[in-house]
């Protein structure tokens, strides 16, 4: 899997959302889901127990300096990501697309910024 990019767009003040849509070639099932903005990192989740622990598990690298800010059983999970470093960050999205939703070196990035409003 390539780089999908800078992710500095997740920085606290910046006024920008980059959302990242990724699934493996061919599948019919709506991609699986990454927000990065104003100091947050936000993506679909997919369990009903505690994130921290399941992520662990599931070889997702948690950020250092970053925290739980919140999460709903089968819909999202968010963490504040403003303290961590851009390098963290990046292997954090990097480890969910692989770790947590499984998907290979070929999978399809989709990749869109918006200004937020």
């Given at each position: 899997m390539e780089s999908v990019?800078?992710?500095?767009?997740?920085?606290n003040k910046n006024g920008w959302c980059t959302l990242i849509e990724a699934s493996e070639?061919?599948?019919?099932?709506?991609?699986?889901?990454?927000?990065?903005?104003?100091?947050?990192?936000?993506?679909?989740?997919l369990d009903e127990e505690d994130p921290e622990s399941v992520l662990t598990e599931e070889g997702v690298h948690i950020a250092s300096g970053s925290t739980l800010a919140g999460w709903e059983s089968?819909?999202?999970?968010?963490?504040?990501?403003?303290?961590?470093?851009?390098?963290?960050?990046?292997h954090m999205v990097?480890?969910?697309?692989?770790?947590?939703?499984?998907?290979?070196?070929?999978?399809?990035?989709?990749?869109?910024?918006s200004e937020l409003t």
């Amino acid at each position: 899997m390539e780089s999908v990019g800078s992710t500095s767009i997740a920085h606290n003040k910046n006024g920008w959302c980059t959302l990242i849509e990724a699934s493996e070639p061919g599948d019919s099932q709506p991609p699986f889901w990454i927000q990065l903005h104003a100091g947050m990192l936000n993506f679909q989740y997919l369990d009903e127990e505690d994130p921290e622990s399941v992520l662990t598990e599931e070889g997702v690298h948690i950020a250092s300096g970053s925290t739980l800010a919140g999460w709903e059983s089968n819909l999202f999970c968010t963490f504040d990501v403003s303290e961590a470093a851009e390098q963290e960050i990046e292997h954090m999205v990097r480890t969910v697309l692989e770790g947590y939703y499984g998907l290979g070196e070929n999978c399809k990035i989709q990749i869109s910024t918006s200004e937020l409003t």
